[in-house]
């Protein structure tokens, strides 16, 4: 079945005049039985994967192509069980990770129309879920990874003055320790700086645990746009939110 033919399918119906609801349920039909042989050749082909026949690959990816032509806008569900398993294929055989992302990526689009039915303990679903969950976390990873990579040539460069941070943040209150940041390293990214030093100096325990979860806010660096304050000072005020933070877990 190719699009020609489904093209001509859709003619003859409205020659003919076969029912609508008739038509679909041929479509949905026809699209599953399709799937059942792109199935059966994808699980053959794989079981011998040292030596892979790339063209019954190809042959199965035409399969689930046709299969998802058949049941678009006629059953959502059996569309979404197709375009999962034509991910399968590029995911698990071909490597192809972004074209196996966009497939399962519109697997979890059709998935929300369905909504409120769950579709956890559907396996088509799950699969798609999972691989891309598994996407994510290697997106985090690798974006982790060129973060410390970037980030520790500021620490290098800001090493001296990332010492003394360290020894003040150990060696004083948390009190003294907020007095000194805001004096010394006041928060340049805050529009609304509202801090009294003399409230800070002689706060209470519960007034200080206050202070410190405020000036975590106020030195966070997702609140620091580098482009404007450049990226040194992004992370600075990292190394001051770990400080703070270091501080206010006492107070628990």
Known sequence: ???????????????????????????????????????D???????????????????????????????????????AISLSRMGKVYHDVLKQRNKAKALFMEVV??????????LSQEEWY??????LAE?????????EQEWNVTRQVYLDKMKDKLNVLQEKSSS???QDFMVWLYK???????????????DVKSATADQCKKLLAKAIVFYHPDKVDAKVFSMEYKVFCEEITKCLTSKYECFK
């Open 172 to 174: 004083t209150s948390a």
């Open 135 to 143: 996407y994510q976390l290697k997106e985090q990873r690798k974006e």
């Open 126 to 131: 799950r699969y798609a879920t999972t691989v």
């Open 41 to 79: 050749l994808f699980e053959s082909t794989i079981h011998d994967f040292e030596d892979l026949d790339m063209e019954a690959v190809w042959q199965c990816i035409d399969l689930f192509k046709e299969s998802i032509l058949l049941t678009r806008e006629n059953d959502i569900e059996q569309e």
């Open 109 to 118: 689009h059709l998935g929300t129309t369905l909504q409120p039915r769950n």
């Open 1 to 39: 079945i190719t699009f020609e033919i489904v093209m001509e399918a859709v003619v003859s119906t409205q020659s003919t005049g076969m029912n609508e609801d008739t038509f679909k349920t041929r479509c949905i039909a026809e699209s599953m039985q399709i799937r059942r042989v792109g199935d």
């Open 184 to 198: 010394t390293h006041p928060p340049q990214h805050v529009k609304r700086f509202d801090v009294n030093l003399k």
